[in-house]
Structure formats: structure tokens, C-alpha cells
């Protein structure tokens, strides 16, 4: 089972930024959080990661909290090439860093 | 940044077929690839673990028989999908992890196999 759980859907429009909640009550003390993108009959790309705080790259902001039982993916400004579907993992360490998937949150951007 | 590749693309075959879809770390060494199965408007869901050097470790309720996995390098595992029917047609997805810990899966672009 995977050990996240995001809302399966949410809606935006261009130029607004997006806020996605991921849920993770039981990860472990050194497990990371990971979010990918994935386009239709393409492979999930990697977007961000990290283990607490906040971490910004170009394309993404990911925050997470003290007690890191949740994290949230922000991005800014969305356009209408950001409609995807995100995934929000956390690598199993101990079992080779394989990753469990849930069902991803599908953002549609709306011009 | 980190590159995996797969191929094909795309395969479409008849029924009975055994085909082989390659993944390759291109800039990076990966000990360890992932093989994932996608159906339409569904999440992916892992198969195997490919190892370098030893047996993929395979999911509950996963063939081995019947998806043969080779690791042979640093850079190269292949799934093989043997005597294909219909209901193996899905969307096939490699990802390979970078020997050093903490660093993400990087992910190939998938195979879409369609058996007739």
C-alpha cells in the first residue's frame, strides 16, 4: 500500500498558484518525500524532494512541517501545460528504494 | 541531469509473442531499475526490482515466468513479456535509481505493447 494519500482531483486556472496536500502519517524518521509530474503515456518526471522544511527549485516549491505527517507541493503560476497528473511518493529505503504509487492528484489548468 | 531511456517506444503483436523492452541508465550507474505496468486512467503499479548481478525480486501476484527480467549491467535491464496475450497490452514503465543514497528514481518514457 502506498504510504500517501492526495486528493484525485483539482482544478486551476492560468496564472494562479496551486497548492497540493499530501498526507503521510506514517513515514518513516529518515524517509524522503518525493513528488513527480506525469503527462499522458509518458514517465512520471521528478519535480522536487525533500525530508523537512521548505525546499525551492525552479519549477516548484515543497513544504513540509515539523511533525512531517503531511507536505504540500506549490506551484507557482500555473499555465495550461502544467495539466497532470502528480504523484506524491515516499522511496521504501529498506526494500531496495522502491517506490508505491497512489492514485496522484489530477490538476486540470483552465485557461 | 540524470536520463533513462527505454525502447521501444511502442510494439504492436499478435497474441503468442514474446517481446523485450529495454531500459538504460544513459549518464548515471543504476544497480537497481524498477519495472511498473500502467492501464489507462490508472496509477502505475510496480512489478519488479531488477538487481545488477542477481534475481528481480518480484511483486505479490506478478508472473515471473512470465516477465522475465535480466540485469546484466550497471546500465541495462530488460523485461521480457513471454507468450503476450491481450490482456498484457498496457503502457510498461523502467525507472533506475542512482547508486548514491537519497537521490530520486529518474523515470524512462515507457513502452506501450498492444497484442492482437
Known amino acids: 500500500l502506498a504510504k500517501t494519500t492526495q486528493p484525485i482531483s483539482m482544478d486551476s486556472y492560468e496564472g494562479q498558484e496551486v497548492n497540493i496536500t499530501c498526507s503521510h502519517n506514517n513515514i518513516a524518521t529518515n524517509d524522503y518525500i518525493t513528488w513527480y509530474q506525469q503527462f499522458p503515456s509518458q514517465g512520471p518526471r521528478f519535480i522536487i524532494q525533500?525530508?523537512?522544511t521548505k525546499v525551492t527549485n525552479e519549477v516548484a516549491s515543497l513544504f513540509i512541517p515539523a511533525d512531517r505527517k503531511s507536505s504540500t507541493l506549490s506551484l507557482p503560476r500555473v499555465s495550461l501545460s502544467d495539466t497532470a497528473v502528480y504523484y506524491c511518493l515516499s522511496p521504501e529505503y529498506n526494500q531496495g528504494g522502491k517506490l508505491i504509487f497512489g492514485q496522484g492528484t489530477e490538476l486540470s489548468v483552465k485557461p | 541531469g540524470a536520463v533513462v531511456s527505454q525502447h521501444p517506444s511502442r510494439v504492436i503483436c499478435k497474441s503468442g509473442t514474446s517481446v523485450k523492452i529495454e531500459c538504460r541508465s544513459l549518464?548515471?550507474?543504476?544497480?537497481?531499475m524498477f519495472w511498473y505496468r500502467q492501464f489507462p486512467k490508472q496509477s502505475l503499479m510496480l512489478m519488479a526490482t531488477?538487481?545488477?548481478?542477481?534475481?528481480?525480486?518480484?511483486e505479490q501476484g506478478v508472473e515471473k515466468d512470465k516477465f522475465l527480467i535480466n540485469h546484466a549491467s550497471l546500465t541495462l535491464s530488460t523485461l521480457t513479456v513471454t507468450s503476450a496475450h491481450p490482456e498484457d497490452s498496457s503502457f510498461y514503465i523502467c525507472s533506475a535509481r542512482v547508486v548514491e543514497g537519497g537521490q530520486p528514481q529518474h523515470f524512462g518514457d515507457g513502452t506501450r505493447l498492444s497484442i492482437l
Open positions: 525533500g525530508y523537512k
Open positions: 549518464d548515471f550507474q543504476a544497480t537497481t
Open positions: 531488477s538487481n545488477e548481478g542477481s534475481k528481480a525480486t518480484y
